[in-house]
């Protein structure tokens, strides 16, 4: 079974800090790995995602994640934190389901708070 | 380029009524994919459409069911409304391709009364 998680439910992070919010995920196959955000009444914006190639992915407003394929995480980090960052992070795989058809499965999202 | 577009943003509706929900893909993209968005159950995959046809279909009930035109843009149709449907639904866009990320439109918010 596909699966994804985020064991830490709330990120607190003094502003200036760096920050990670932490991601393992659980596939058959290859993984297709992305990083959303979600901010208060909106949908969610992308971040950035792993294919394949180089374990350091680099992706919207200074946040990074490094593919690590022994431990199955994909962890997202930023080296200083901006009060403007908090918000609703997801972590999500794409699982191939054949013939075409893909989805995104979601973890169950981690809210950063970026304290001032 | 106008990103993805849901209507209407809010709806309030009674147990029993049923609902559609439209959505409008970036223009191009032609893989159209629905979510719900609940506290307790998180994101879930509902179903997604690629040239009109369903490609993939997440685990809910028959209750629910959608549909893409040919000119991209889908539907999402809730029939016989409970309370546990209330939620944020959101609808998301990619390009061809198994790579490409997905594009998330504001959702609309429902509220099942």
């Known amino acids: 079974a596909q699966s994804v998680a985020q064991p830490e439910d709330q990120v607190n992070v003094a502003e200036g800090n760096p920050l990670t919010v932490k991601c393992t995920y659980s596939?058959?196959?290859?993984?297709?790995l992305f990083w959303y955000v979600q901010y208060p009444n909106r949908g969610l914006q992308f971040l950035l995602k792993?294919?394949?190639?180089?374990?350091l992915v680099k992706g919207s407003y200074g946040f990074e994640a490094e593919f690590n394929k022994s431990q199955t995480s994909f962890h997202l980090k930023k080296p200083s934190a901006l009060v403007s960052d908090s918000a609703l992070y997801f972590c999500?795989?794409?699982?191939?389901?054949?013939?075409?058809?893909?989805?995104?499965?979601f973890g169950t999202g981690t809210r950063l708070t970026v304290i001032p | 380029k106008a990103g993805v577009t849901q209507t209407p943003r809010y709806l309030i509706k009674t147990r029993g009524q049923q609902v559609t929900l439209s959505c409008s893909p970036i223009?191009?993209?032609?893989?159209v994919s629905w979510y719900q968005q609940t506290p307790g159950q998180g994101l879930q995959f509902l179903f997604e459409?690629?040239?009109?046809?369903?490609?993939n279909k997440g685990n809910f009930p028959g209750r629910f069911s959608g549909r893409q035109f040919s000119n991209s843009r889908s539907e999402m149709n809730v029939s016989t409304l409970e309370l546990g449907d209330s939620a944020l639904y959101l609808c998301?866009?990619?390009?061809?391709?198994?790579?490409?990320?997905?594009?998330f439109g504001p959702g609309t918010r429902l509220t099942v009364l």
């Open positions: 223009s191009g993209h032609r893989s």
């Open positions: 998301a866009s990619s390009p061809l391709g198994d790579y490409n990320e997905q594009f």
């Open positions: 999500a795989v794409r699982v191939y389901t054949g013939a075409g058809a893909n989805n995104l499965f």
């Open positions: 459409y690629f040239s009109e046809t369903q490609r």
């Open positions: 792993y294919i394949t190639g180089d374990n």
């Open positions: 596939v058959s196959g290859n993984p297709y």
